[in-house]
């Protein structure tokens, strides 16, 4: 059995009830296609039939996933319960899931949902990444299990980090893990050609900071482990709760594959070479 790290399902849709400064999607302006959603059992059965797994299943896209239909979401789940590669599903969200009732209760026993955050103050978490409803108080956030996304910013201490952390973990005991997030300058073809791109420099942590992250960590909170498998992907225990952070990816197609416009293609959007040694 050959395991890679994940399989990320993206909509080509950018459709978005946010307005991030730092928006990976417009960074990396990938074309708009049809989803071709029919085509996605055919193409899990291809990987179950070369016998390869995934850690994870991530369901993400240029915007908004649960802007999408509740007929697509619900063609996706079908697929994926049916020819099940995955120890763990994700949806990567906005916050808007959480106001779409009949979207939320399909894919809440399933999935557990991503939501990122910038700050624990949500009138500040709300002015940076530009939405204006603060779906973390609403019911439904409460039924989900919650992987937090905490992006770190310039604005902050060490310090003040790990208190926003506590403060997330103390509020919402539906939070399981914690992910620590730089930013990416241009994951696409490493140029710093637009203002998301620039904003970042000026406002985020980015891989720079990657070794003074980890001395914070291993001297604040419980180390885990280092996984070097897929990745640089180190862990702590805080307070009871995994923190990961990833340090670098390797070559994308190597450790992911993502599902683009009905094919199977690397973050570059070339077809992939799947690989035939165990990993």
Not at 63 to 83: D, F, Q, R, T, V
Not at 166 to 180: C, E, G, R
Not at 237 to 263: A, R
Request: contains cysteine; aromatic residues 14%; neutral net charge.
């Amino acid at each position: 059995m050959i395991k890679y790290k994940e399989l990320e399902l993206i909509y080509s849709s950018f459709k978005c009830d946010k307005n991030c400064p730092y928006c990976t999607a417009k960074i990396t302006k990938w074309p708009i296609k049809d989803d071709s959603l029919d085509n996605l059992e055919k193409k899990l059965q291809l990987l179950k039939d070369k016998n390869i797994k995934f850690k994870y299943f991530i369901m993400s896209g240029n915007g908004e996933p649960s802007l999408n239909s509740y007929e697509s979401l619900e063609k996706i789940k079908n697929a994926i319960n049916k020819i099940n590669l995955f120890d763990e599903k994700r949806l990567q969200s906005s916050g808007n899931i959480f106001y779409e009732d009949d979207k939320f209760n399909l894919l809440k026993d399933d999935f557990m949902i991503e939501i990122t955050r910038c700050y624990f103050d949500s009138k500040k978490d709300m002015d940076i990444l530009g939405y204006n409803r603060d779906y973390i108080n609403t019911d439904n956030f409460s039924k989900a299990n919650i992987r937090l996304n905490y992006v770190m910013l310039k604005d902050k201490s060490f310090d003040d980090y790990l208190n926003e952390i506590q403060m997330f973990i103390d509020k919402y005991p539906n939070i399981k893990t914690v992910s620590l997030k730089t930013l990416n300058l241009n994951t696409f073809d490493g140029n710093i050609d637009n203002p998301y791109s620039q904003w970042i420099i000026n406002n985020g942590l980015t891989k720079a900071d990657s070794d003074k992250i980890i001395e914070y960590m291993s001297n604040n909170a419980k180390f885990k482990c280092k996984d070097e498998k897929f990745f640089d992907r180190y862990e702590w225990l805080y307070k009871g709760i995994p923190i990961t952070f990833y340090v670098k990816k390797l070559d994308y197609g190597y450790s992911n594959i993502v599902y683009y416009g009905g094919e199977l293609v690397d973050y570059h959007l070339n077809p992939i070479v799947l690989k035939n040694d165990n990993m």
